[in-house]
């Protein structure tokens, strides 16, 4: 068995670090190979690139700085639980995340990357350094296994931008709304800072092998074609089945969700296919998407329809007799 974790956190966010500590001690519990990758989150998305004073930013976020210090107290007493001594007394700005997170990319690339982001992590809270100037963040990928050179060069570019949107999109996907969050073999979710207990739990779920195959039938309006095959094959095999339609005035439009949701993805004509590249590019990369080519001549449940559904199926997918 083989665990494939994604996290996706921010490296401002004391309780991504907790969640970090809680997710290696869960994974030295159990005997599996464990892949794990790490994705961006921006809490502050609107963040100016060169930060703002923590206090401002804490007292115009919590209505007072008293407030932010009993705040903060609360994640020390649970940082240290964990074995992390968090300075926030050191911390003087809140930091833009967006080329923190563009380093962490980059440390994918070459084999680092937790390496990277706990360094980041630690810089932060532990050492009080401000992981939005480009200077300290050289330093902690250099000292952490990274290339100066090919860091500085990726800095000064707009190399690793594209993820940050790309992330987003995952995110989206998987409903987030809050930091860390972990998506176990592409099948299990887990929001929030969890006890390590809860990890381990979660990796004696059944893994993507025995989840149900999500089939997504795409048309031009989700009235006919596409909800036939969800009617007719949903439940069957095991098959998780949706449908959705292209047009505006679709039954059910056809959105990213939908796109990141399914295994497979059934498209009646090609014209379709083309609008699901048109609007949906890149999130259809690495998705298996089939043209029927069926015509729209066809009422719901038409039994002809039936058949040729079940005809064209056929090869791609295990159909009912």
């Known amino acids: 068995m083989k665990l494939l974790i994604d996290v996706i956190s921010d490296v401002n966010c004391p309780w991504c670090y907790i969640g970090k500590r809680r997710l290696e001690q869960a994974i030295a519990a159990v005997d599996v190979q464990v892949s794990v990758t790490w994705h961006p989150f921006q809490l502050n998305p609107t963040m100016p690139k060169e930060g703002i004073s923590r206090r401002e930013y804490r007292t115009r976020k919590f209505g007072s700085w008293e407030r932010s210090i009993e705040l903060d107290a609360k994640v020390i007493a649970v940082g240290e639980a964990e074995g992390i001594d968090f ?117 004696k779920l059944p893994d993507t092998d025995s989840r149900p195959t999500k089939l997504l039938f795409v048309c031009s309006k989700n009235k006919w074609r596409s909800l036939t095959a969800e009617r007719m094959l949903n439940g069957v095999n095991g098959y998780d089945v949706r449908s959705a339609g292209t047009e505006k005035d679709a039954r059910i439009k056809v959105t990213a969700g939908h796109i990141g949701w399914a295994d497979m993805i059934f498209v009646m004509e090609k014209k379709h296919r083309r609008r699901l590249d048109e609007k949906f590019g890149d999130s259809l990369a690495g998705k298996e998407v089939v043209c029927l080519n069926i015509p729209d001549d066809y009422k719901l449940m038409d039994p002809e329809l039936i058949d040729l559904l079940l005809e064209k199926l056929s090869p791609h997918i295990e159909v009912p007799d």
């Open 87 to 203: 300075a926030f007394d050191k911390i003087e700005r809140t930091p833009n995340t967006v080329d923190a997170h563009r380093v962490i990319w980059l440390a994918d690339q070459h084999g680092c990357q937790d390496t990277v982001v706990e360094s980041l992590f630690r810089a932060y809270f532990i050492e009080g350094k401000d992981i939005g100037n480009q200077q300290t963040l050289i330093d902690v990928a250099t000292e952490s296994g990274l290339d100066q050179q090919s860091t500085e060069t990726m800095l000064n570019s707009e190399a690793g931008m594209d993820v940050i949107e790309k992330a987003g999109e995952l995110s989206q996907r998987n409903g987030v709304t809050g930091v860390p969050f972990f998506i176990i073999n592409n099948a299990i979710t887990l929001s929030g800072a969890q006890a390590p207990e809860t990890f381990i739990d979660a990796f």
